[in-house]
């Protein structure tokens, strides 16, 4: 792998928890690390409950972390921070979420919707200057300036979720998380999203964290892929490898689950439960370790050979 | 020839929605085999739900079949007015599974009285004949201690588990058809996988003809013997499931199929649709799905194609397939499919 890239977003240990009624808190995300280099885009694949989502949110701030660290261009952006700061992230820093129905206003004009960063943060000089963002904002995601006049409700799926991609965009962000982004969308209008992502990062040198759980759509448009299960990163590769030459035995499960479109493929394929008992960590704790250079798993010692020996 | 379970014929369902006619389907017909699994894939607001509706008596208050006959061991249900004359139908012969388990089920009742009202409503079981017979289905359907998963409500179960229950309730009198609407949809991929093995099962077991109401075209691959490409209304294509998947022959399933991350290549734009589905309101002229395809023919704004045989079990609605339309080249996705289709045919 290219060491010489610069990282943009840098996870350390991370650990978020929940209080609820019991004294014990939930640790939804447990010690995870991770890196993501500027201009790629990096998936985060888990069923629901694995945290993914609270990674995301953990990020822009949203949820508290317990431990660890988050650095964003080389400075940390959890815990206390200056307020000028807090400021700049929120506005580098964007999310895009899944359902373009839940995530609008819908008693607010496009206009409104897609400036509200803008007020946020006060990112314009002057009315006509955050008129002219907007209607960048618009035209930069495929939808025109005069519909920034109208209520979510008059617009399709996909035009929707473009509103939630402008709402994102007007602000200038270098790091967008998508989570789940088409995830709600029909399939033909999923292809129009995707493509519109993928444009915008092209044209902006964009960065993304892709959280999703749809395997298939994952390995079309991401670098690298990191698999997440009960708050816990499992394994971290490049794409192309990872669907190669899955090592734990919970990615394999989970690549053995994903129900591809093609018939002769579907009939021979066989599905690998996964059961967390087969690890035995009593004796010897996990370990972050790199396999092969890029692809990281965790395990522990005996595992880790065993790992290397089948990947070899 | 094997006469069809359920043949629905030229079907015409329409809604009055504020004073306006919508008709949400436009002439479809369907044969459905005894054991089959079929497929009935398609964008939202294609009919595919509200199609399938109309075979257990389920379309809202305001639509109604205004043509066409749906005959099912001898019935006409297209002719069925009161839900009387359903009941024996539905839930009983053709029972359903929906998307959402958690909206499916009463989250104040235990789950075990969920099912057993079914057996009961269904069946002359009471009390511990139908409490024997709903701790069996419990089994059935792969949900351990059943004795005491009988006494929960539906909050104490993960999504699999409930739609696991949703499925018990359905099986509770032994349907001949079973029609799942989106049944894993809400679910993860790994749980998908068991739903979907747990289906197959039954089915095996008991005989069933599964319709699947999805727009997955992986699951549809893993699960159909037999594909229903649904547009604006219609079936547009029909066709066992390899000829579907590496012989399609209608632009629209072309383009369902090269729109698919799964066989796009990384890093070159995937194939979008453009356009948005057709007004159901107005009335639809030739081919519903003409202004969007790149590569419709004058005709197709004419005349609305009729079905023409590609083999026994597979036709399309395209005037591509007339003798007389000239040779229109598929995109490369679906070339590249077709090779396959030589393979299995080979």
């Not at chain 2, 511990?128 to 069996?136: D, F, G, I, M, Y």
């Amino acid at each position: 792998m290219n060491k010489t890239r610069e990282v943009l977003l840098d996870v350390r240990n991370l650990r978020v928890e929940f209080k609820g009624k019991s004294r014990e808190p939930f640790v939804a995300v447990n010690d995870v690390s991770f890196q993501i280099y500027r201009g790629e885009t990096f998936g985060l694949v888990g069923e629901s409950g694995s945290g993914k989502t609270t990674i995301g949110r953990a990020i822009v701030r949203i949820n508290e972390t317990a431990g660890g660290e988050i650095y964003f261009k080389g400075r940390q952006i959890n815990g206390r921070i200056p307020k000028e700061l807090d400021y700049e992230i929120t506005q580098k820093i964007q999310m895009i979420f899944q359902d373009p129905m839940a995530s609008l206003n819908e008693r607010a004009k496009v206009d409104y919707i897609v400036s509200e960063g803008l007020y946020n943060t006060k990112a314009y000089k002057d009315e006509s200057e955050r008129k002219a963002k907007v209607e960048a904002a618009l035209l930069a995601v495929g939808l025109l300036p005069e519909f920034a006049s109208r209520f979510p409700h008059e617009f399709s799926g996909g035009q929707r979720q473009r509103i939630g991609v402008a709402r994102a965009f007007v602000m200038q962000p270098e790091f967008i998380i998508a989570d789940e982004p088409i995830s709600s969308l029909d399939v033909s209008i999923r292809a129009q999203v995707l493509n519109l992502l993928a444009d915008l990062q092209r044209l902006h040198g964009l960065t993304y964290m892709f959280i999703a759980h749809d395997l298939s759509v994952v390995r079309f448009i991401t670098d690298r892929v990191a698999v997440i299960n009960k708050g816990q990163i499992v394994e971290l590769a490049e794409t192309e490898e990872l669907f190669a030459n899955p090592l734990h035995p919970y990615t394999r499960s989970l690549l053995s689950a994903v129900p591809v479109p093609d018939p002769i493929e579907e009939k021979k394929k066989q599905v690998i439960a996964y059961d967390p008992s087969q690890h035995n960590y009593t004796v010897q704790k996990p370990l972050w370790t790199e396999v092969t250079p890029g692809h990281f798993v965790l395990g522990n010692a005996d595992e880790v050979a065993e790992y290397s020996i089948s990947r070899a | 020839m094997v006469q069809p379970i359920l043949a629905a014929k030229d079907v015409t369902i329409k809604f009055s929605l504020r004073g306006r006619i919508l008709t949400a389907i436009r002439g479809a017909s369907l044969n459905l085999y005894a054991g089959q699994t079929l497929a009935i894939v398609g964008e939202s607001g294609s009919g595919k739900s509200v199609f399938t509706k109309s075979f257990v008596g389920m379309l809202d208050s305001n639509g109604w079949v205004e043509s066409g006959e749906i005959m099912f061991e001898g019935q006409d249900l297209a002719k069925f007015k009161h839900d009387k004359e359903w009941s024996a139908i539905r839930g009983c012969k053709i029972a359903m599974v929906f998307q959402d388990p958690m909206t499916a089920l009463n989250p104040l009742r235990t789950i075990g009285l969920q099912i057993q009202e079914a057996v009961e409503l269904h069946s002359d079981a009471r009390g511990s004949v139908a409490k024997a017979r709903t701790l069996e289905l419990l089994r059935d359907v792969g949900i351990d201690d059943a004795l005491h998963r009988y006494h929960q409500f539906p909050h104490e179960f993960s999504g699999g588990m409930r739609q696991r229950v949703v499925i018990a309730i359905a099986m509770a009198c032994s349907p001949r058809i079973l029609i799942c609407d989106e049944p894993t949809t809400a679910l993860d991929v790994t749980i998908q996988a068991q739903i979907l093995g747990l289906i197959r099962t039954l089915q095996e077991r008991y005989n069933l003809t599964v319709i699947y109401i999805t727009h997955d075209l992986g699951v549809v691959a893993n699960v159909a013997t037999a594909v229903a490409v649904m547009y604006a209304g219609d079936i547009i294509e029909y066709g066992t499931s390899s000829e579907i998947f590496y012989n399609a022959q209608h632009p629209y399933t072309w383009a369902l199929l090269s729109s698919l991350p799964q066989l796009g290549i990384k890093g070159q734009p995937l194939y979008s649709i453009k356009g948005t589905p057709p007004n159901l309101f107005a009335e639809i002229v030739g081919d519903a799905f003409a202004p969007r395809n790149p590569l419709a023919l004058k005709i197709d704004f004419v005349e609305r194609p009729p079905y023409f045989q590609v083999s026994p079990t597979h036709y399309a609605r395209t005037w591509l397939l007339d003798p007389r339309a000239p040779k229109i080249d598929p995109p490369a996705t679906i070339k590249h499919l077709r090779e396959k289709f030589v393979g299995v045919r080979a």
